[in-house]
Structure formats: structure tokens, C-alpha cells
């Protein structure tokens, strides 16, 4: 009976206590807002609103640009392409469209694209949607940034406090980033019920 209890203290005990403590901070962090409003889609399409949406400057340069789409499309997309209220949000720039129409084709040979939206805006329009992030991130010449966001239902930018490393956003081209960070990040606001996200009106 001693060896029985004397078990389960040095291996199972260890195993409960961190179950409760893990489900306990997913209960009670909360994702800061960062951004109170962010610029709404133009399109009759898409919309942020009534959304929870991950959003990415891609930009025309496909070295660039392939290589954030598809590390974000593996470690966040399928992750989270189930969830209710989930999207996918990429600017790109108009006169990349013929290019980048064939990078869609071979992504949607092994992806869902259900939940993704690739939006082709000119110059003007991605800048202004970046500038409403309110980051200290700027776009590239090429219309390109490495950062993904994530825009809540009340197009409102959550994210990591603006002290930390990551206050202009989740950097696509870091792997470990994506999957310890950005998925922790998003976890908690599902975890939550998105309690703390209003549905607007």
C-alpha cells in the first residue's frame, strides 16, 4: 500500500498539479488589446467584423512572401480552420495578382482554402489598413512585413503587451514563434469562449 501511494505522489501527483495549473491560466489571462479600432475591410466580401481574424502583409516579392504564407499556413491555418468566427486575411499587391495566383493554386493542393482570404488592394489601401494596426512595424518597398495579427471580433488588435518583443505582431518567419506564441495567444481567446470579444451589432 506505502509503495502504491508513494507511486502515485512521485508520478501522477506531479501530472494533476500541472493540469490545474495550465487550465488555470488559460481561465484567467487574458489577451490585451493593443489597438482599439482597426480599418475595416473594402470589400462586399470579406470583413473583420464578426470575426476573429489572422492578418499578414505579404507583399509581391515571392521569396518573401511564399515563405511566410506557407509557414503560416501549416502552424496556425489548419490549426484553427475549424474554430468558429476563424479567418485568414492577406493583403497583397494588385499588380502581383498573375504571380501570386499561382502560389494559391499549389497551396490549395494541399489546403482548405475555405478560410483564407487573399485580398489585392493597391498601394494605398494595404498602407492604410497597416497604419490603423498602429504598430511600430513599417512595410517594406515590396509591401511586406514578416509579422502576422490578430484582429478580434470588434476589430480590436490583440497581442503581446507593447513591451514585450512581440508588440508588432508574430513574425511568420520564425517557426518556434508561431507555434509557442501566436498559438498560445490565439488558445487563449478560444479558451475563453471569446468572453471578452463583443459581437457587434
Not at 476573429?52 to 491555418?77: E, M, R, T, W
Not at 478580434?152 to 518583443?165: C, E, I, M, P, W
Request: glycine share 2%.
Amino acid at each position: 500500500m506505502k509503495k502504491k501511494l508513494l507511486l502515485f505522489c512521485t508520478l501522477v501527483m506531479p501530472i494533476i498539479v500541472y493540469l490545474l495549473l495550465y487550465q488555470g491560466e488559460y481561465q484567467y489571462k487574458t489577451l490585451p488589446i493593443l489597438t482599439e479600432k482597426v480599418a475595416e475591410l473594402d470589400s462586399k466580401n470579406h470583413s473583420f467584423k464578426n470575426k476573429l481574424s489572422v492578418v499578414c502583409f505579404l507583399g509581391n516579392d515571392q521569396p518573401k512572401y511564399k515563405a511566410s504564407l506557407f509557414n503560416i499556413n501549416q502552424l496556425i491555418y489548419k490549426r484553427y480552420q475549424e474554430k468558429p468566427f476563424f479567418q485568414m486575411v492577406a493583403f497583397i499587391p494588385t499588380s502581383a495578382k498573375p504571380e501570386f495566383t499561382k502560389t494559391i493554386e499549389e497551396l490549395a493542393g494541399f489546403t482548405n482554402l475555405e478560410k483564407w482570404h487573399f485580398i489585392f488592394e493597391e498601394e494605398k489601401k494595404i498602407n492604410e489598413v497597416f497604419k490603423s494596426l498602429k504598430t511600430p512595424c513599417k512595410l517594406d518597398k515590396d509591401l511586406y512585413n514578416p509579422h502576422a495579427f490578430i484582429i478580434d471580433t470588434a476589430l480590436r488588435l490583440r497581442g503581446r503587451s507593447r513591451t514585450s518583443k512581440n508588440h508588432c505582431g508574430y513574425d511568420t518567419t520564425n517557426v518556434s514563434e508561431l507555434k509557442k506564441e501566436m498559438r498560445d495567444d490565439i488558445s487563449i481567446l478560444y479558451y475563453a469562449g471569446l468572453k471578452d470579444v463583443e459581437i457587434l451589432k
